[in-house]
């Protein structure tokens, strides 16, 4: 199975299991709760990808070069050549797969294959450190078994750092002048259209979770 397609998978059955429980539970379908099922489930495929780094950091440093190598001799982009390779089912859950993930993107930043840097330091840092809290909200935000306003605190302190760090890895890669080293279209994709989400739904989740505390209540999801 290709890569790619694993992980589209994982994050289509993480979502609808959200979606679907909801459903089975009250009845019906709210958008602003399909929107965040969609991002938590994101969230933690993307979380095990940063375990990997850090398990594999050395891998990583290595595949790198093997990757740049790779690009000048057949032109390929690196990220979708690693997305649509084809790995045995038995391992694509293993490590030495998904440390290409963060070997591919340092072509466009190279940060990730350097662990004094503050891109591979805060992803690190939110593979292990977001998963548990994702989960809890995610089935806080679906069931409301917990008070609406614990929910509120525990996805607004969530929220407001996915939002903060990606806007302060933005700063820094730009600051860094590594902007220049790559093309407008890869800038577009894989900067800004492939972090924005830690942004954009970080700020959807920093409302509702306002509101949640505000109204005492889980009636912004709809319950």
């Known amino acids: ?19 679907g429980t909801r459903i089975y ?7 602003i709760h399909g929107l965040l099922s969609l991002f938590f489930s994101t969230n933690l495929v993307v979380c095990y990808w940063e375990v990997c780094l850090f398990l594999k950091r050395d891998y990583v440093e290595t595949r790198t070069e093997y990757w740049r190598t790779r690009k000048r001799e057949t032109g390929r982009t690196p990220a979708v050549e690693f997305l649509l390779t084809r790995v045995p089912l038995r391992r694509i859950l293993n490590p030495v797969v998904w440390a290409d993930v963060w070997a591919t993107y340092s072509q466009i930043d190279e940060s990730f294959s350097d662990r004094r840097t503050l891109g591979f330091n805060v992803d690190v840092a939110n593979g292990f450190f977001t998963p548990l ?5 995610y089935a806080a935000f679906t069931i ?10 525990l996805g607004l302190v969530l929220s407001w750092q996915w939002a903060y760090v990606t806007s302060v890895y933005w700063i820094s890669f ?21 972090n924005a989400p830690w942004v954009l739904f970080a700020l959807l989740g920093c409302y509702v979770s306002v509101r949640l505390i ?7 999801l709809g319950h």
């Open 25 to 31: 539970i009250s009845g019906d379908f709210n958008a």
């Open 1 to 19: 199975m290709a890569p790619g397609l694993f992980a589209a998978l994982a994050v289509m059955l993480l979502a609808l299991l959200g979606i």
């Open 133 to 137: 809290p994702t989960v809890f909200l």
């Open 174 to 194: 730009f600051l860094a002048g590594r902007h220049r080293l790559i093309t407008r279209s890869e800038l577009y994709i894989y900067i800004g259209a492939m």
């Open 214 to 220: 505000l109204d005492d209540s889980y009636r912004v």
């Open 144 to 153: 409301d078994f917990m008070p609406a306003v614990l929910a509120g605190i």
